[in-house]
């Protein structure tokens, strides 16, 4: 199944680098969003976007930086990352955002902070 | 504080053996209750879902989970696992009235052996 794309599947970066995770949705969905899975932790929850509008921002700390230009694509900027931050990365979407919408996820970005 | 709980972090079965896999959740208010599953080296998918009306939903692949308001419990089963049932399964719950925040559970993985 190809509903939700992300690249890279794998990214290894210094916790100096500058580096961007994209995820695209050929659903049709109107919402996007970003989960971080870390190992032994349950998903969580970072930012919810409708109509490329953000709707919640899960305390995520400001070294990640999310942007959604358009209904269809999804990025997550990442800036001067710290070693805790490694985790799969998942992206997802839905049609809307309320709560009976269900949500495809992609295969993630697996994410290496050295 | 919102929180989903699985019981079982790793399961073992023999095939054609049935599977109860607890869920239970944290949450004040009314909710949208999921579980999702995780084949190996496949990105997570619906499994069912259960909005409101009958307590017992079926899913895909002769999966059923029965919602039990009192005890705040959504357990699923299957009556005869295949080793293709082998893979990582999460509970993850919706407030009605929350836009977009799915709460998961660590997850449950299974092992079917043939």
């Known amino acids: 199944e190809t509903g939700v794309t992300q690249t890279p599947r794998h990214l290894v970066m210094g916790m100096t680098n500058k580096k961007s995770l994209k995820c695209e949705q050929h659903?049709?969905?109107?919402?996007m969003y970003w989960y971080k899975q870390s190992a032994k932790k349950p998903l969580e929850l970072m930012f919810v976007?409708?109509?490329?509008?953000?709707?919640e921002n899960n305390s995520v700390p400001s070294r990640f930086s999310p942007e959604c230009p358009n209904s269809s694509h999804l990025f997550l900027h990442l800036h001067t990352l710290q070693p805790e931050d490694s985790a799969l990365y998942l992206c997802?979407?839905?049609?809307?955002?309320?709560?009976?919408?269900?949500?495809?996820f992609g295969p993630g970005t697996r994410l290496t902070v050295l | 504080a919102q929180s989903v709980s699985q019981h079982n972090h790793h399961v073992i079965l023999s095939e054609a053996a049935s599977l109860e896999l607890g869920c239970n959740y944290s949450?004040?208010?009314?909710?949208?209750l999921f579980w999702y599953v995780q084949y190996p080296g496949q990105h997570l998918q619906l499994l069912l879902k259960?909005?409101?009306?009958?307590?017992l939903v079926k899913g895909i692949k002769g999966f059923e989970a029965e919602f039990i308001k009192s005890k705040f419990s959504f357990n699923l089963r299957k009556p005869s696992v295949q080793w293709s049932d082998t893979a990582e399964y999460f509970c993850?719950?919706?407030?009605?009235?929350?836009?977009?925040?799915?709460?998961f559970g660590q997850g449950t993985t299974l092992q079917v052996k043939p």
């Open positions: 993850a719950v919706k407030g009605k009235s929350n836009t977009g925040k799915l709460i």
């Open positions: 997802a979407s839905s049609q809307g955002p309320s709560s009976t919408d269900t949500q495809y």
């Open positions: 976007y409708s109509l490329e509008e953000r709707v």
């Open positions: 259960y909005f409101s009306g009958d307590p």
């Open positions: 949450y004040g208010g009314t909710v949208n």
């Open positions: 659903l049709g969905h109107n919402a």
